[in-house]
């Protein structure tokens, strides 16, 4: 009984405790509740409730910074990285550069040093010496925590940066592996709505005398008077959004379906606890029975129950914090890295205090039904009652059966969903062949690193990897295809057409590929052909659903189109057509995509593809081939594409390994109370069956009664379960991926699970009462 709770306890108390430090606890900001994070929303986007992709316009964000009321500070952010030399090997760093009131808006102080200030955030000349404040992992891994580093040079892409700070251990913002901030140094004087679109982040404090309401209604006012002053900013507006939502999204459901499952099991604990109490407490009837006749009350006898069942809870307990303990441990090692927003998982006196509350509301849940039941009863009939009949609580232990088996049902459901939702994300093509594929990302430094000589980087970087024996076709492009996130969205103009205000142009995505792309991918080639080598850098290549959203009237090969991306934008035919691929994860859509040929928008970060035969094996010698162009170069996220695809869904199988650990507990706690169960009304019916046996019933008759009383039992559970499942599987659907929330599979192996372990459960008492001596039976009073 103390095994069965510590697993109900500790592994509610595990999840808990992830919970309670990522959805419960206060942001790591001194009055973290009045943040958030502001994005501009396209109203005439298809899906008018999404927020806009490509963030906010500089000039908006000044305007906003003038005009509001209820926002005390804005900030800005755009994230980058960067290559830091001079320390040992080459490492790329995360970096967030940010405006001078970034720092003021979250109102952090540094550990060491100090923060940006209006001076550092002004445009740079070129060359000129930059700032920066290092966060608390680099300090300490990079540079041994030498408290001595502010005021010292770094080298950041060969440019020279002075750290004048370290921030707090612990600290982030939006992302956990940023290595350091630098001042944006944005030109404020510049009129961005005629320079650029939208691309930058915006965090903001809400005043002090104003809510999250207020605004948010203020916010929409400025955003429509900017509509109408605008033409940039006609159909736009802005969503507020919490910045704990911010944290919190993309495991909020997850954490909350793991909680919700993980209370099931406990339920199921408890009920096998009860189980066993009672018929630990109908063995003792006439015991109770006697002490009440000799004058003892019903409250004193209860609370002697009670206190007995609590003692048991709190064993539990203690064993369930230490199963708990190493449940942590396990989540955070198979958890993806930044998926639960902190960096260690603890044990404190929050998670303590909701553990022994929650032993002590399960001793008195589990202790209440056998202590109700024993003194409910007359004394008389307790001590006229033989020792071996079937007591009246036969009836509610299996009910607390059935209620197990539903339960079990319910999360092996749940579990089985999750599961086939992983089977089918690790399967999918997403109209690339995703075997032999070796990927690595690397980002020039823009010191030096410039148009063609980004351009020359390249080529130099595909032919050497070409080279490479083993290697079949190489190719690169600025983001890694399905899971990587594309340039962004934007206008474009079919030549030919009549002419729109820029904001009514329809959008597109962009990617930026070099030749060989599409053919390391496999993706087909629908029309015309892909770039190659010898381009001259003036065309265009479009997905499908580019020509089926824009070109259905013409002929895409035919056609010319301006898309808006550079200073210039030069009407340029389009050269070929290729398959579907989704934007963003498996999950997404193919959305309408233009790709550039690099050579006509050089871009300085670019994921390389290589196919081979042995991708492992070749990781090494494609990076000592690159850095034998560039030794200052850091290669970064060496992988297969396998291994990439496996851990941009490392929630999805987070998700099913836990509901699943879940689901075979249950299953183990079920099939345990159905046994106990049986074999206690065994040992009551000993008479009976030995009665039943002396005058000539078969053997196998009396086995397949009580296999069949213990399958009936389980039937009815697992009807209710299915039920109860269809509901509950609704709420799952926005987990599921290829599957159905009403997936036949998937219930018929939890059946067909339930049955087996049922079957195995009601066999072993089964057999023991085939077993029973007739005389030895009869002479039992």
């Given at each position: 009984?103390?095994?069965?709770?510590?697993?109900?306890?500790?592994?509610?108390?595990?999840?808990?405790s992830?919970?309670?430090?990522?959805?419960l606890?206060?942001?790591?900001?001194?009055?973290?509740?009045?943040?958030?994070?502001?994005?501009?929303r396209?109203?005439?986007?298809?899906?008018?409730?999404?927020?806009y992709?490509?963030?906010v316009?500089?000039?908006?964000w000044?305007?906003?910074?003038?005009r509001?009321?209820?926002?005390?500070t804005?900030?800005?952010w755009?994230?980058?990285?960067?290559?830091?030399?001079?320390?040992g090997e080459?490492?790329?760093?995360?970096?967030q550069?940010?405006?001078?009131?970034f720092?003021?808006?979250?109102?952090v102080?540094?550990?060491?040093?100090?923060?940006l200030t209006?001076?550092?955030?002004?445009?740079?000349?070129?060359?000129?010496?930059?700032?920066?404040?290092?966060?608390?992992?680099?300090?300490?891994?990079?540079?041994a925590?030498?408290?001595?580093?502010?005021?010292?040079?770094?080298?950041?892409?060969?440019?020279?940066?002075?750290?004048?700070?370290?921030?707090?251990?612990?600290?982030?913002?939006?992302q956990q592996?940023?290595d350091?901030?630098?001042?944006?140094?944005?030109?404020?004087?510049l009129?961005?709505?005629?320079?650029?679109?939208?691309?930058?982040?915006?965090?903001?404090?809400?005043?002090?005398?104003?809510?999250?309401?207020?605004?948010?209604a203020?916010?929409?006012?400025?955003?429509?008077?900017?509509?109408a002053?605008?033409?940039?900013?006609?159909?736009?507006?802005?969503?507020l959004?919490?910045?704990?939502?911010?944290?919190?999204?993309?495991?909020?459901r997850?954490?909350?379906?793991?909680?919700?499952?993980?209370?099931?099991?406990?339920?199921?604990?408890?009920?096998?606890?009860?189980?066993?109490?009672?018929?630990?407490?109908?063995?003792?009837r006439?015991?109770?029975?006697?002490?009440?006749?000799?004058?003892a009350g019903?409250?004193?006898i209860?609370?002697?129950?009670?206190?007995e069942?609590?003692?048991l809870?709190?064993?539990?307990?203690?064993?369930?914090?230490?199963l708990a303990?190493?449940?942590?441990?396990?989540?955070?090692?198979?958890?993806?890295?930044?998926?639960?927003?902190?960096?260690?998982l603890?044990?404190d006196?929050?998670?303590?205090?909701?553990?022994?509350?929650?032993?002590?509301?399960?001793?008195?849940?589990v202790?209440?039904?056998?202590?109700?039941?024993?003194?409910?009863r007359?004394?008389?009939?307790?001590?006229?009652?033989?020792?071996?009949r079937?007591?009246?609580?036969?009836?509610?232990r299996?009910s607390?059966?059935v209620?197990?088996?539903?339960?079990?049902?319910?999360?092996?459901?749940?579990?089985?969903?999750?599961v086939?939702?992983v089977?089918?994300?690790?399967?999918?093509?997403?109209?690339?062949?995703?075997?032999?594929?070796?990927?690595?990302?690397?980002?020039?430094?823009?010191?030096?690193?410039?148009?063609e000589?980004?351009?020359g980087?390249?080529?130099?970087?595909l032919?050497?990897?070409?080279?490479l024996?083993g290697?079949?076709?190489?190719?690169?492009?600025?983001?890694?295809?399905?899971?990587?996130?594309?340039?962004?969205?934007?206008?474009?103009?079919?030549?030919?057409?009549?002419?729109?205000?820029?904001?009514?142009?329809?959008?597109?995505?962009?990617r930026?590929?070099?030749?060989?792309?599409?053919?390391?991918?496999?993706?087909p080639?629908?029309?015309?052909?892909?770039?190659?080598?010898?381009?001259?850098?003036?065309?265009?290549?479009?997905?499908?659903?580019f020509?089926?959203a824009y070109?259905?009237?013409?002929?895409?090969l035919?056609?010319?189109?301006?898309?808006?991306?550079?200073?210039?934008?030069p009407?340029?035919?389009?050269?070929?057509?290729?398959?579907?691929?989704?934007?963003?994860?498996?999950?997404g859509q193919?959305?309408?995509?233009?790709?550039?040929?690099?050579?006509?928008?050089?871009?300085?970060?670019?994921s390389?593809?290589?196919?081979?035969?042995q991708?492992e094996?070749?990781?090494?010698?494609?990076?000592?081939?690159?850095?034998g162009?560039?030794?200052?170069?850091?290669?970064?996220f060496?992988r297969?594409?396998e291994n990439?695809?496996?851990?941009?869904?490392?929630r999805?199988?987070l998700?099913?390994?836990?509901s699943?650990?879940?689901?075979?507990?249950?299953?183990?706690?079920?099939?345990?109370g159905?046994?106990?169960?049986?074999?206690?009304l065994?040992?009551?019916?000993?008479?009976?069956?030995?009665?039943?046996?002396?005058?000539?019933?078969?053997?196998?008759?009396?086995?397949a009664?009580?296999?069949?009383?213990?399958?009936?039992?389980?039937a009815?559970?697992?009807c209710?379960?299915?039920?109860?499942?269809l509901?509950i599987?609704?709420?799952?659907?926005?987990?599921?991926?290829?599957?159905?929330?009403?997936?036949?599979?998937?219930?018929?192996?939890?059946?067909?699970?339930?049955?087996?372990?049922?079957?195995?459960a009601?066999?072993?008492?089964?057999?023991?009462?085939?077993g029973?001596?007739?005389?030895?039976a009869?002479?039992?009073?």
């Amino acid at each position: 009984m103390v095994l069965t709770l510590a697993l109900g306890v500790g592994g509610n108390t595990a999840i808990f405790s992830v919970v309670d430090q990522v959805l419960l606890r206060p942001l790591p900001y001194p009055q973290g509740d009045r943040l958030v994070r502001i994005y501009e929303r396209n109203l005439n986007a298809r899906n008018p409730d999404a927020r806009y992709s490509n963030g906010v316009s500089p000039a908006n964000w000044l305007d906003w910074q003038a005009r509001s009321k209820t926002l005390s500070t804005i900030g800005i952010w755009f994230t980058v990285t960067r290559t830091l030399t001079g320390y040992g090997e080459p490492q790329q760093l995360n970096a967030q550069f940010v405006s001078w009131e970034f720092f003021q808006t979250l109102g952090v102080t540094p550990l060491l040093g100090r923060t940006l200030t209006a001076d550092d955030d002004r445009p740079a000349a070129p060359n000129a010496p930059r700032v920066a404040l290092l966060s608390y992992g680099l300090w300490e891994r990079r540079f041994a925590a030498n408290r001595d580093i502010v005021g010292r040079v770094i080298q950041l892409d060969d440019a020279p940066f002075t750290v004048v700070g370290v921030m707090p251990r612990g600290f982030r913002f939006i992302q956990q592996d940023i290595d350091f901030w630098s001042p944006f140094g944005l030109n404020r004087d510049l009129p961005w709505r005629d320079v650029a679109g939208r691309f930058i982040d915006v965090v903001a404090r809400i005043a002090p005398n104003a809510t999250f309401a207020s605004a948010d209604a203020e916010m929409r006012s400025i955003a429509a008077d900017l509509a109408a002053t605008y033409p940039m900013n006609k159909d736009h507006s802005v969503t507020l959004v919490p910045l704990r939502e911010e944290f919190t999204g993309e495991v909020q459901r997850s954490l909350v379906v793991l909680y919700a499952a993980v209370g099931v099991l406990l339920a199921i604990a408890c009920f096998n606890v009860a189980n066993l109490l009672l018929a630990r407490s109908a063995a003792r009837r006439r015991e109770i029975a006697v002490r009440t006749a000799l004058g003892a009350g019903r409250v004193p006898i209860v609370r002697q129950l009670l206190v007995e069942s609590l003692l048991l809870a709190v064993g539990g307990g203690l064993l369930g914090l230490a199963l708990a303990r190493w449940s942590l441990d396990a989540l955070l090692a198979f958890s993806p890295p930044g998926l639960l927003s902190v960096s260690e998982l603890t044990i404190d006196q929050r998670v303590l205090l909701y553990a022994l509350g929650l032993s002590v509301l399960t001793g008195v849940v589990v202790g209440l039904m056998p202590a109700v039941s024993l003194v409910r009863r007359s004394v008389l009939a307790h001590l006229h009652q033989s020792g071996h009949r079937v007591t009246q609580s036969a009836r509610l232990r299996q009910s607390l059966v059935v209620a197990q088996v539903t339960m079990t049902i319910v999360l092996l459901c749940a579990a089985g969903l999750l599961v086939r939702t992983v089977i089918a994300l690790n399967g999918a093509s997403g109209g690339i062949d995703r075997s032999n594929l070796l990927t690595m990302e690397v980002t020039l430094p823009n010191t030096r690193y410039t148009g063609e000589r980004i351009s020359g980087f390249v080529r130099q970087a595909l032919d050497a990897i070409r080279s490479l024996p083993g290697v079949e076709s190489a190719g690169a492009g600025n983001s890694l295809p399905i899971i990587g996130a594309p340039r962004g969205g934007t206008g474009f103009h079919r030549l030919g057409t009549p002419e729109v205000p820029r904001n009514r142009l329809p959008s597109t995505t962009v990617r930026v590929v070099t030749p060989g792309y599409f053919r390391t991918l496999r993706i087909p080639i629908v029309r015309g052909r892909e770039f190659t080598d010898s381009d001259p850098a003036n065309g265009f290549i479009v997905n499908e659903a580019f020509a089926r959203a824009y070109l259905q009237d013409v002929d895409p090969l035919a056609t010319s189109i301006m898309v808006r991306m550079q200073q210039e934008n030069p009407y340029l035919p389009i050269v070929g057509v290729v398959g579907d691929v989704p934007s963003g994860s498996v999950r997404g859509q193919a959305t309408p995509t233009v790709y550039y040929s690099q050579r006509q928008m050089p871009q300085q970060g670019l994921s390389y593809l290589i196919r081979t035969t042995q991708p492992e094996a070749l990781s090494r010698r494609a990076v000592e081939a690159l850095h034998g162009i560039d030794p200052n170069l850091a290669v970064t996220f060496v992988r297969t594409f396998e291994n990439a695809m496996s851990e941009s869904i490392a929630r999805e199988r987070l998700n099913a390994l836990v509901s699943t650990a879940f689901g075979l507990s249950g299953l183990l706690l079920a099939a345990l109370g159905l046994y106990g169960l049986l074999a206690f009304l065994v040992t009551e019916r000993t008479k009976e069956i030995g009665i039943r046996i002396s005058l000539g019933a078969p053997l196998a008759r009396v086995t397949a009664s009580v296999v069949g009383s213990g399958l009936r039992l389980a039937a009815i559970g697992a009807c209710v379960g299915v039920g109860a499942s269809l509901l509950i599987g609704r709420w799952l659907e926005s987990l599921l991926f290829g599957v159905k929330p009403y997936d036949a599979t998937t219930y018929l192996v939890a059946l067909g699970l339930i049955s087996l372990v049922a079957g195995v459960a009601s066999y072993v008492p089964a057999r023991r009462a085939a077993g029973v001596e007739p005389l030895a039976a009869l002479r039992q009073e």
